[in-house]
């Protein structure tokens, strides 16, 4: 391998990316604007859902119980209705995303001491916030219904100790205490950034040279296959570490996502991931010589799967058993495993050896079959 | 006039016919994200990997740990026999969730004090570990209630059937299984219309004028208004049978009902791809190479997907990032989509939506339109 040769074609590359500012100026552009979306957008927490209550008992108590609704920072009371139609058009036309509903005997029952069970007619479409929606308003009854066993208990003139709660679950939420869905989308995002270098980039290099008709220049040239490949390649493997670099910033100062690893992984990782990212791009501009197919393809090798099936935004452990063989296949889990593990885990280097290992041998494997890819003749 | 669209119509399929890779391009995307979202988006939890570390051994811890796997939702993957291998598992992430039972948990339970349980959450996942957590205290307050009724029973027998209590009864509509299947498979259809037509209506624009047979077609007595319609048209037929075949697989595969007005969507759809033909039209007028078509409408769509209440809900962004909503036509259409796929719902609830996609669609029609007729002058 000639260096000179291999210097001279990534000075080229460098060149024909400066006369392309608009895509550049898209890689860098596109993950902070992600970041910024996703950031401050992408809450699958809800709070202050649109709650409309039907009371058909209208005492103090239902008033009680409401008030506790009425105080949750989860819920926000839009409406109260006066019949069942006015609140099933209601979730029917989306206004509200939840009905409570007390019934008429509530007071009453209570006072006798039964089980009294309040409706709660959720609209579940979107079935995540439908499954949050009910877990708030258990806690809320569930508050309520303490409270009220705990007046009956004094009443009786029974001690306080008996109404005392025979469990209690102490809950530690660890790596991200405070379940801020930004700290878990925002380091998957660096990952998003170098996929897009290598989507909306990387994967021209070749294809310009079919499409321009200089390819026919190139293979007359002594440069072999290999200083070819590390030519073209290096400008990118440049780009998308700043690029990565860039987010990682944007993510740490701006939107205070934690950092408790250590830099010299997440440069190896990142490394890595890039290595991978970027032969698979140059394969895949090797074999379709227009620019727009190749682009389109390597959105669909390296975004999509890893937007999907790395665990960025959907948990792999909840996918079918063939699903989850999948994504043993996209790269970006394991780096993504990385990520997390350094912005959120801060897990030593042992815990995190079967993903780098992975990283390493597909970086190996696709590295060589890139070198192999271009062929200097002319079909 | 209409013989002349009609050749550029036919034209369009034509070129769209000897092109394999174009035909791949439009069919292969689809496919791949219908069934990678049918079968991999999911944020139901279910069988969450669990480390359990049992200190207490007796009846009542074992029978708490018991109600956890039977619940379906937790899997039991280790056992550990210390706090420090606990925490291993949880930190290599071999286990989402770690429950750790102290030593004396039955006999503060049978003496009436406050039993503890300890629960460790690997939260990088704060989605699955919200809803995780309130499954464990779902359970956990079951056992509980279980529990405060026996000591009831020892202390005030006569009065047991008095103790007065509230529980919640959940009728969740329209998705009881909470399938998240039926969440985005309908939602899916509104993200590939969007993705396919734009790039679709832009290229077949953009390439004329890439490869210069733009000139030609111009110089023929065709006009513009006549070549707008006649890209925009197959663009439109496509969009629709992509819709079609969309809502069949989603169907009879995936097993997602529909509950609506076929109509409805139709018009629905109708409205929708009006906005998309003129954003693909809008941004064909500012490109010259399809390569720059491409990156712009990937500008575009980002974050049309990210702020359309695809995935994430729109009442949890930030004022703000609301407001930025209202002009997103795909906003509008998913509404219309679930609505009409699981909720039923007919015009009378979704014409406002209806009416603002028109309102954009004109809007942006109208603006490319005249801005292509002066890129052409």
């Known amino acids: ?379 | 006039m209409t013989s002349r669209v009609l050749h550029m119509i036919a034209k369009e399929f034509l070129q769209l016919r000897r092109d394999r890779y174009a035909r791949i391009r439009l069919l292969v995307p689809p496919l791949v994200q219908l069934l990678m979202f049918g079968y991999a988006a999911t944020f139901e939890v279910h069988r969450v990997q669990t480390v359990i570390l049992d200190r207490d051994h007796t009846q009542e811890s074992r029978d708490l740990l018991a109600r956890l796997t039977a619940s379906g939702r937790f899997e039991v993957t280790a056992v550990a026999s210390n706090e420090r291998e606990l925490v291993e598992f949880v930190d290599h992430g071999h286990a989402t969730l770690g429950v750790q039972i102290h030593p004396g948990f039955a006999e503060r339970l049978r003496s009436g004090e406050t039993a503890q349980a300890q629960v460790i959450l690997d939260s990088t996942n704060s989605n699955t570990a919200l809803i995780a957590l309130r499954y464990v205290s779902q359970i956990g307050n079951g056992f509980a209630q279980d529990w405060a009724r026996d000591r009831l029973v020892r202390t005030a027998p006569a009065r047991l059937h008095l103790v007065p209590s509230v529980a919640l009864a959940e009728r969740p509509w329209y998705n009881p299984q909470f399938d998240s299947r039926w969440f985005f498979v309908p939602g899916v259809i509104g993200s590939l219309m969007f993705v396919l037509t734009v790039n679709l209506t832009a290229f077949a624009v953009v390439r004329e004028r890439e490869i210069g047979t733009l000139e030609q077609i111009m110089v023929t007595p065709i006009r513009p208004v006549e070549f707008i319609l006649g890209k925009t048209l197959p663009s439109f037929l496509i969009g629709l049978a992509l819709a079609f075949g969309i809502t069949l697989v989603g169907t009879v595969w995936f097993r997602v009902p529909f509950r609506g007005n076929p109509l409805v969507l139709l018009l629905g759809t109708s409205l929708f791809l009006v906005t998309t033909l003129g954003t693909g039209l809008l941004i064909s007028t500012l490109c010259r190479t399809q390569q720059q078509a491409f990156a712009s409408s990937f500008f575009v769509m980002t974050p049309a997907f990210i702020l359309s209440g695809f995935s994430f809900p729109i009442a949890s962004m930030p004022r703000p990032l609301q407001w930025l909503t209202l002009i997103n036509p795909l906003r509008y259409f998913l509404v219309v989509l679930r609505s009409t796929f699981l909720k039923g719902v007919g015009l009378s609830v979704l014409w406002p939506n209806m009416l603002a996609m028109a309102a954009l669609g004109t809007v942006v029609l109208v603006v490319s339109v005249l801005r292509f007729q002066k890129s052409l002058d």
Not at chain 1, 214 to 233: D, N
């Open chain 1, 1 to 379: 391998m000639n260096w000179g040769r291999a210097v001279a074609i990534g000075r080229k590359e460098v060149t024909q990316i400066r006369r392309d500012p608009r895509s550049l100026l898209i890689a860098f552009l596109m993950p902070v604007l992600q970041m910024a979306l996703l950031g401050y957008g992408a809450r699958l927490d809800a709070k202050h859902l649109a709650v409309y209550v039907f009371d058909r008992d209208g005492t103090q108590d239902s008033q009680a119980l409401l008030e506790r609704f009425r105080a949750s920072e989860y819920f926000e009371l839009v409406r109260a209705v006066d019949d069942y139609g006015a609140l099933a058009a209601a979730i029917d036309a989306g206004r509200c995303k939840l009905g409570v509903v007390v019934p008429p005997d509530f007071s009453r029952r209570l006072r006798d001491g039964d089980g009294v069970t309040v409706q709660a007619l959720v609209d579940a479409t979107d079935d995540n916030t439908a499954n949050l929606a009910i877990g708030y308003a258990q806690g809320v009854v569930g508050a309520y219904s303490a409270a009220v066993q705990l007046d009956w208990i004094r009443r009786q003139g029974l001690p306080d100790r008996v109404a005392a709660p025979p469990l209690s679950i102490e809950a530690r939420t660890w790596y991200n205490e405070d379940l801020d869905s930004r700290n878990f989308i925002i380091p998957g995002i660096v990952a998003l950034a170098m996929s897009l270098v290598g989507a909306l980039l990387a994967s021209l290099t070749v294809a310009r040279e079919w499409e321009r008709g200089t390819m026919e220049q190139l293979v007359s040239t002594p440069v072999t296959a290999r200083e070819i490949m590390v030519g073209k390649l290096a400008p990118y493997f440049a780009i998308g570490l700043a690029d990565a670099a860039l987010c990682v910033g944007t993510g740490v100062f701006w939107f205070e996502v934690p950092f408790r690893g250590t830099v010299d992984t997440l440069v190896i990782a990142t490394a890595l991931f890039l290595v991978v990212t970027l032969a698979i791009a140059f394969m895949i501009s090797v074999a379709i010589p227009s620019q727009i197919g190749a682009s389109q393809m390597a959105i669909l090798v390296t975004l999509l799967p890893f937007n999907m099936l790395s665990g960025f935004a959907f948990p792999i452990d909840q996918m079918p058993a063939a699903i989850r063989l999948i994504t043993y296949l996209v790269w970006g889990r394991y780096y993504l495993t990385v990520l997390k593990a350094v912005f959120l885990k801060g897990s030593g280097v042992l815990a995190i050896a079967e993903p780098m290992l992975a990283m390493v041998v597909y970086a190996v494997v696709v590295g060589t079959l890139a070198t192999r890819a271009f062929r200097k003749t002319l079909k």
